[in-house]
């Protein structure tokens, strides 16, 4: 099976709570695009209108492998006028507000899925079926773990357990797959002289490189302070990272706990289990569940949760108290509650057809509604398993 062969096999539509407007204090723009993530886009639009990227509201990150739709906000006196072939803003109105994450309902998304033989494409109608009815673990995918590091863990794991001086290091030496030669060789270099302020301050080439082994030569062990020029947006990422992955183990023992059977997929960093079917009393308490993301002060649904959220943190080596990050002044984890199982609403799976790009194989369409915050792609994986 293959997702996302071009940008209209994932077709992402956002979803708004808020009506918009004739009048009012924001502009309102359709940004559609293809082949850019959010972040870039909305880069490439500040560059060219005049504007910080801090004046633009938008809610969801969208990736750049599909064909999305998703609302951004400006100022009512900022007009924002990119119109290229894959990146297009329309003016739809006003909204009293900036765009922000509260104000997403959900997405829709419109998926093929390709290069699937007869008997893989029937398991996929047949799983389908048993999704509609049951849902799928919500667990936070692969794409929420970009910033897991095979070697040194991760970042924000650093943090909470005081090792600044780790968490630095696997901010400006952790090498991913898409980065550049350069970056990456100057990644190695980097580590092989950590220490060495000095050096490292040559080889740099990003103004945080700089900024950071620029305050590490006059204060060489403040790593704490030398993580606080980290950019919001991407301490922000690696916070989310953690606490997915602490989240997601919660969500695991949680299922275990029911007693049912479990089948695995691999993830970048763990195994999601995923269940077939459920029996009544595990659905109905499955559905109304809601999980806490890990934060110094949580809220727990229930006795048994509590007990496995403390049980995951004492594996992880850490106390409640480790999150409050008083040297880190930017971002805080913050606690919130997250659906432990998720049902797509308006749930199809389309016929199977020819696919024109792989001959002799088929491809199948799906048509679905998912929350905020949910997965396309852990639906995809939850298909998968049955095959």
Known sequence: MKVKVKPDDFIVKEEITAPILKEGNFKVYLLEKRYWNTLDALQRIAAESGLKLSEIGYGGKKDRYG???????????????????????????????????????????????????????????????????????????????????????????????????????????SIYPEESKEAKE??????????????????????????????????????????????????????????????????????LNQGIELRAYPGVVDDYLFYLTLPKKSFIYLKSLLLPTAAQKVSFPNEEVRREYFKILEREGLKSGDFNLRKIRKVYFKSFLRPAVVIPEGFSVGNLAKDELYPGKQKLQLKFFLPRGSYATMLIKALSINY
């Open 186 to 255: 100057r990644k190695r270099f980097f580590m092989a002289n950590w220490g060495n302020w000095s050096l490292c301050l040559e080889a740099s080439k990003t103004r945080v490189e700089r900024e950071i082994f620029s305050f590490l030569e006059k204060e060489p062990k403040n790593f704490a302070g030398a993580i606080n020029l980290i950019p919001k947006e991407q301490l922000s990422l690696y916070f989310a990272a953690y606490q997915g992955y602490l989240y997601n183990n919660l969500l695991k023992e949680v299922l």
């Open 67 to 173: 064909h999305t739709f998703q609302y951004i906000t400006v100022k009512a006196t900022k007009n924002l006028t990119t119109r290229e072939r894959n990146l297009k803003l329309t003016l739809m109105g006003y909204l009293n507000s900036p765009m922000s994450p509260e104000l997403i309902a959900g997405n829709h998304f419109e998926i093929t899925l390709r290069a699937l033989s007869g008997e893989e494409g029937r398991d996929l109608i047949k799983r389908g079926e048993q999704v509609k009815r049951y849902g799928f673990p919500n667990y936070f995918d692969d794409q929420r773990f970009g910033s897991y590091d095979k070697e040194q863990g991760f970042f924000a794991k650093k943090l909470v357990l005081g090792h600044f001086n780790g968490a630095l290091k696997i901010y400006l030496t």
